[in-house]
Structure formats: C-alpha cells, structure tokens
C-alpha cells in the first residue's frame, strides 16, 4: 500500500523541483545537525502527512494503549491480581530485571500513574495501525519532534504554511498546566525537577532539555538532589547547611535502576540515596514512576489484546506488529539521489503524555525510513479537518503563582529559583572555557602572523624574538614542554608543534582540548541559554576540525574564524541569558580565566629583558593580542614600548582586556553571589589581589631583579609578583568552587586548572 499525501503537497514538492529539494534536505540536515551538536544526519523535508481520519483512529489507539498499561501498572504494583489470571505471562514479568520490587506500594498523587509513553508504530500495507514498540521507563521524542518541525519550517517554508496543519506548542501549553496542578502541595505551586544522567548522547541530552525547556522545569542531575525525612530538596549553591528548595515531583529520563543506591543497588549514575522512600512517603512524585520498564517486556506485549479485553473490557485497537508483514510506504527522497520522489517504508514515533482530562497525543512526531538505504529523519504533519477548521485554541487559564516567603533568611534573592551547584559550576566553567578558547586562538593567531612576518629579517633581535613568542605559546598555554624543547629554527618542528596545540584533543590546553570542554559545558545548559548559540557552536567544532583535515585552510585563516566564533558566542550569551545567578557565575568565570590568561601572557613575554628591538616586536605582538593597540595610541601617540603597554594593561579601567576592568567586574559579580555575609574565603584573595596589583609600577616591574647575572635575558620583578597574583586567583577560583558547587574535586571536571 502506498498512503497518497494531499494534492496541495504533491503540488508543492513539484514547485521546489529536484534542486529546491535537494536544498532544503541539506540545509535541514545541517541546521539540525548545529542545534543538536552531533553528526550531521539524512533529513527528508517531504513530511509524512496524517489527514484528520487517520490521525484520530491512531491517536484513539494510543490513548487506549496507555490506559491499559496504566492499569497494568497499577496491579503489577499493587494487588498483583492479573498475575493469577492466565492472560497474563507471570513467570517472565516476575523474572524480569525490570521488575523493581522496591516500587510495590507506591502511592500515586493523580489519578493515572504513568505520565509519558512513547510508542513506535507503523502503517501495515493493508492500511492499519500496528506498534513496534513502546518505551515507557524514559520516554523521549519531545525535543527531537519540535527541533525537526523548526527546521523544516524554515528550510521550506512555503511547503509549511501551504499546509494546515496542527501546531506542536498548545499541547505543550496544556501539559505545563496539568503539571502545575498535579503538583500543587499545600496551597502552593509545586516544583518539578527534570532529572537526567549527565553522560548521555548529545541526541538524548538535546531531547531531554528542549522538555524541560518546554515544561519550565529545571534540569538537574542525580548529584543535584539529596533527601532527608523522606522529602527532596535541591542542592543549592551555597554551604551544604542550606535546606535547599522542596522538590514536589522528579520527571526522571534515566533509567529506574539507576535512580536510589539504596534500594535498588548501586549504580553507574551513583543516584539519589533515599529517593525511593520518599515516593513511599508521597512527599515526591515520580513520573514515569519507578519499575515502568517493566511494561516494555516482549511477552507482556503479546498478550496486551487479552489483557485490554480482561482490564478495559474493550478490543485492543492498535495490535502488536507482525515482523512478516509488509508495511506502508510513504512519498519521500530517493535515497540513491535521483530526481524522482521515491515511495519508503517508515517507522513512527509518537509521544502520549498526562494532561488534566487523561491523555493526549503530541499531534506530530518522527518518522524514520526503514529500509535498505541511507536512514532519515522526516516530520510527521497532522492536517486539519477542511469541513471544521480549528481556531487558535484559547490560551489556559494563567495560574497566578504564590509570592515567595519573604526572601531566605539568608537573603537569596527570588530571582535565583532553579540554580543548582552542578549547573552553577557548568555555568562557572562555560565562562572560563570560551574565554580559554578565545585567548588561545588570539595568542596563536599572533604569534603565527608574527613569527611569518620575522621570518623575512635575519638579525638577531628578530631570532630573540620569535623564540620568546613561540615560547611564550607554551608557558600560556602550560603546554609543556612544547616549544621549550624543539629547534626553533627548524621550521618544520615548529610547524609540528604548532599544529599540535590546535587538534591535539588528548593534550590539556591545547585548542581542540579546550573547545571540547567548551562545547560539553554547553550541553549541559541548553535549557538557560538561547538557540541562537547551537549553530554558532557547531561552526566552530567544524573549524576546529577543519585545522587538522585534509583541505583545511590556512592556520591564521582558521585560528580568525574561531576568534570571530567566540565573539559570536559572547554576544549571543549576552543578548540572552538573564541577568541572575547564572549569569554572574558565568561572567565570574571569564573573569578569572581573562585576569590568569592575561598575566599568564605577560609574565611569560615580558617577564625577562631582552635587547631593546626585539622587546619592541614582542611587546606589538602583546597588544594585537590583547586588542589594545588603538587604545594605547590614543593614550600614548608613539610607539608601543613594553613599559607603557605594561601600564595600560594593568590599569586603564576602561580597556576590556585589562586587569583593572576584570577586577572591577569580578568585584561587582561576588557582590550580587547570594550569601548570608560576606564570605571571607572569597573576599580575602580578591581583596589581597587588588593591593598587590596596586601597588604595582610598570617601570619597576620591568627592572631586573638585583641578582640578575645574565643580560641577555635577565629575570625581571614581573615573574615572582605575577605569579603570586595568579595564586591568589586560583585561591578565588578554589573558594567558590568549595563554597557553591562542592565538591572541590569538581574544579577540574571537564579539563585543567593551570592557566
């Protein structure tokens, strides 16, 4: 069988025509491929169309389907009456590992117990509905449907709104407000957690945050909760003597037996000790709730047309799949790239979710072509009914939210509602890894465009001076030992090593090592940040990449995209983000890492004198670095001399790259960091550090120190006081990685912590 899409389609595809498809397949794939952060897929832009009719036969089947599996679950672990009946397969599902006997007895708050169910079904060739599948333990396909609507939208947009079509966002609209009245706990607004396992695929993870997006729930990993007296609570930034906000239900998308240590045994996630009694207590919800794998099992599958017989004295409308049977086929791509649209069997993915009146399906989903060519992704359109056409659904009746008690006693503002230590220091780091980045790309670009334009002289200031920049590449980068033990006249070493400190991903500090880390914090944070930053984090892995392939362009080209990639990227991050905690511990971040990244550079190339020329060429290096050249112009008019570069970097309050600006806004950050009084762990080495800095003379500084006994490059003061301002900046750093996000151990969770 093949299922016919509407005319006003076909019309529609005909009108792109063979190139207009191609296109718009390869510009979905690659907007996807930006905002999920993973390998480029094979997306079809012709959508699999559902009419009215066929979407309310299967969305019926669906609803029928998770009601019955609700009540299945209910017996299973409750009375456990189906279980001597000889519908039922009773000695499989008791010898099934998903089988949690720590669940029995759990009370449910509503009046279903599951909360989600997806369903993978397909068209048999005699046009029923048949399931494939059912993932119930962690459903998913929320975010995966809506990102695949999105693109397609805008990759075709006159084949989207030529089509009338169901809209995805008032289902969820209804689903937060079923949520919040699930969850309201004695006259208050309930909060929901979404609870997720931290070392998941970037698909999964994506799925999982544009859900939580949606719902308005936090993100939090099993680390982030912690129970006490049978309740909940979230760990807050702050000291552990906090008792953290409640937490009225976990929607959990990690697997059951990785939730509670205690009860269920250990496990790779560590989970959440006690949490399995404190649903026993009722004081915390848990959807899908605990041991719901149980309904995926196979022999449970077969017999769900006898069960629904037994528990919903109905026909079981949508049968299990024959394996035999051939299937539908569905207008798509042809695989093989010809120019003709080619007919392919299809599997579809379909999410039902709890709402107040019972259940509802997400009127789209995800198809996935199933045979023997290329695998790809396509949209599934629900169409309007044309004899009743569908209005805008009226918006839901707003919950007006409780005000907060009168802020903590230890005077955390409202505005801090869902911040947890783990996203607190994802946060943190986010802003010390684009700033890693963005100095390491800026130091190497400079040094690449200088060291090329030395090559040209051949006299000695010119040699002294590429060695101290090449140098100074490995002492910012704590790349060791680096260009300290190559031949810099060897121009094909240091070509090795340079390319080396761009693509190396195993060596820490290296640009590919450093973006990685950049680019896994990010992940971590899709539900506090903009869309906008996916596609400008997916162009600058590419770059990254592009440096150690085969057709990469030249290194100083590459090394200007990565830079204008982090520009994007700040500007993105700060056009968007709010202006609460989470922003302060990003911007305490790139803070710290800009103050250690800037003395770490300077200490390294003006931390000896050299002959006057080369200091000269080092020190115009330096401010091409620090993009302070035109301001050291209008302040100075002359030439850059080493002396008064010093000085402008270390004081003019107004230059972004300086010392004295990062302090400034370090000091502003903390101020507004929630405390209950000022924490002298944090304000001691902030405090110690603008004395030391003050007191600095750029002149003296730029002295050789009295023991001195090699001209050539003898030690100035710069290196002992610079190294101790970069402790006491490590101390800073330590300090509030032990004050908001212990444990301590977590400083160095996606990298290193020694530039």
């Known amino acids: 069988m093949i299922s016919t899409p509407p005319r006003a389609l076909v019309d529609e595809l005909d009108a792109l025509g063979p190139l207009g498809r191609r296109r718009a397949a390869t510009s979905a794939a690659r907007m996807f491929a930006a905002d999920v952060s993973t390998a480029t897929p094979v997306i079809d832009p012709v959508p699999l169309v559902l009419d009215a009719d066929s979407w309310s036969v299967l969305s019926t089947g669906l609803i029928q389907r998770v009601r019955l599996l609700d009540a299945l679950y209910g017996d299973l672990y409750g009375p456990r009456t189906v279980l001597g009946t000889d519908v039922a397969p009773a000695a499989q599902l008791l010898q099934d590992p998903a089988y949690l006997r720590s669940a029995v007895g759990i009370p449910a708050r509503g009046n279903h117990h599951l909360f989600a169910l997806t369903s993978t079904v397909t068209r048999t060739a005699e ?5 494939l599948e059912d993932s119930v333990d962690v459903p998913g396909g929320a975010g995966t449907t809506l990102e695949l609507r999105r693109v397609l939208s805008r990759c075709a947009p006159t084949l989207y709104r030529s089509t009338p079509l169901r809209r995805l966002h008032p289902f969820f609209d209804a689903l ?6 699930r969850t309201r706990s004695d006259g208050r607004a309930g909060r929901t957690v979404v609870l997720t396992d931290e070392s998941e695929d970037p698909m999964r993870g994506f799925d999982h945050s544009w859900l939580a997006n949606l719902l308005g729930a936090p993100m939090v990993s099993a680390g982030d909760l912690r129970t006490g007296s049978g309740s909940v609570t979230l760990r807050l930034p702050g000291l552990d003597s906090d008792p953290g906000d409640a937490v009225d239900a976990v929607l959990r998308l990690v697997p059951s037996q990785l939730l509670d240590p205690l009860d269920l045994g250990p496990t790779p996630l560590g989970g959440v000790t006690g949490l ?3 649903a026993r207590c009722g004081d915390v919800e848990i959807f899908n709730p605990l041991g719901a794998g149980l309904l995926e099992n196979p022999d449970l599958r077969s017999a769900l047309p006898d069960l629904c017989r037994q528990m919903l004295h109905e026909d079981l409308l949508l049968r299990p799949a024959d394996p035999e049977a051939a299937g539908a086929r569905w207008l798509s791509l042809d695989p093989r790239g010809g120019d003709a649209l080619v007919e392919r069997p299809v599997r579809i993915q379909l999410l039902v979710m709890g709402t107040e009146d019972g259940y509802e399906v997400l009127p789209g989903g995800i198809a996935t072509t199933s045979d023997d060519g290329p695998p790809a992704l396509k949209d599934v359109w629900v169409t309007v009914a044309e004899t009743s056409p569908v209005a805008d659904p009226a918006p ?5 939210a409780e005000p907060r008690t009168a802020a903590r006693t230890r005077g955390m503002l409202s505005a801090y509602p869902a911040m947890t230590r783990s996203i607190g220091s994802d946060l ?10 963005d100095s390491t790309a800026r130091l190497l670009r400079t040094v690449l465009d200088t060291v090329n334009d030395l090559d040209a002289e051949h006299s000695p200031a010119a040699r002294t001076a590429q060695a101290v920049l090449l140098e100074a590449v490995t002492e910012a980068t704590t790349t060791y030992p680096g260009f300290l033990d190559v031949e810099l006249q060897d121009r094909e070493e240091v070509r090795t090593e340079l390319e080396s400190l761009l693509t190396d991903l195993a060596r820490p500090g290296s640009l590919a090592q450093s973006y990685t880390a950049l680019a896994h914090t990010t992940r971590t944070l899709r539900d506090l940040i903009s869309d906008d930053v996916w596609p400008v984090i997916a162009r600058m892995r590419q770059e990254v990449r592009a440096l150690g392939g085969p057709d990469r362009p030249p290194l100083e080209q590459g090394l200007t995209d990565i830079v204008d990639g982090c520009l994007t990227l700040s500007g993105a991050v700060a056009d968007s983000m709010p202006r609460n905690l989470g922003w302060d511990l990003t911007e305490v971040g790139r803070k710290i890492e800009r103050a250690m990244s800037l003395l770490a550079l300077l200490r390294a190339t003006l931390g000896r004198r050299r002959v006057r020329a080369a200091e000269v060429r080092v020190a115009g290096a330096v401010a091409l670095i620090t993009e302070s050249g035109a301001s050291y112009r209008r302040s100075y008019h002359a030439a850059v001399q080493p002396e008064l570069l010093l000085e402008l970097l270390l004081n003019d309050p107004t230059l972004p790259r300086s010392i004295a600006f990062q302090l400034e806004r370090l000091g502003m950050a903390l101020d507004r960091l929630p405390e209950v009084t000022p924490s002298p762990e944090l304000r001691a080495p902030l405090i110690a550090l603008r004395s030391r800095i003050g ?7 730029l002295r050789p120190v009295a023991d001195a006994d090699d001209s050539a490059s003898a030690p100035t003061a710069l290196l002992e006081e610079v190294d101790a301002a970069i402790d006491l900046l490590r101390e800073l750093a330590t300090a509030l990685e032990n004050r908001f996000f212990r444990p301590s151990e977590s400083t160095s969770r996606w990298g290193i912590d020694d530039v």
């Not at 839901?396 to 007006?400: G, L, R, S, Y």
């Open 127 to 131: 046009g029923s509905w048949v399931v």
């Open 396 to 400: 839901p009746a707003e919950n007006v």
């Open 176 to 181: 937060r407000t079923s949520l919040h009245q």
């Open 428 to 437: 943190f780091w986010f802003g010390r890894y684009l700033e890693r980045v």
């Open 695 to 701: 007191s600095w003379e750029a002149r003296e500084l």
């Open 276 to 278: 399995v009694e404190a």
